[in-house]
């Protein structure tokens, strides 16, 4: 069983910053792409950013140049900086991943989502 378990959210003023952090546990074989979500109340869930196995990185244009994902491949983590925040990045964030297991099965896990508020 695979479990992805977010932390770092919380509360920040606007121009702030955060660090999310998603830590992969359980019967992995491999990652492959890990990737950040986020869906605001009311609206549909949207890709932040993702990167692949090989330190790729694709953003959405909404955070390009103030927010960055990385990954720690030892740690099964990923991890997203984010900077200069503004009011509309107020959402559930939600990590995802794409895990092989180890007789070459490859499925996306979520993991619970955790809150951040961007607000004076």
């Known amino acids: 069983q695979v479990q992805l378990v977010e932390s770092g959210g919380g509360l920040v003023q606007p121009g702030g910053s955060l660090r999310l952090s998603c830590a992969a546990s359980g019967t992995i074989f491999s990652i492959k792409a890990m990737s950040w979500y986020r869906q605001a109340p009311g609206k549909q869930r949207d890709l932040v950013a993702t990167?692949?196995?090989?330190?790729?990185?694709n953003y959405a244009d909404s955070v390009k140049g103030r927010f960055t994902i990385s990954r720690d491949n030892a740690r099964n983590t990923v991890y997203l900086q984010m900077s200069s925040l503004k009011p509309d990045d107020t959402a559930l964030y939600y990590c995802n991943a794409d895990i092989e297991d180890s007789i070459g099965r490859l499925r996306g896990y979520w993991g619970q989502g955790t809150q951040v508020t961007v607000s004076s």
């Open positions: 990167i692949t196995s090989g330190g790729n990185t």
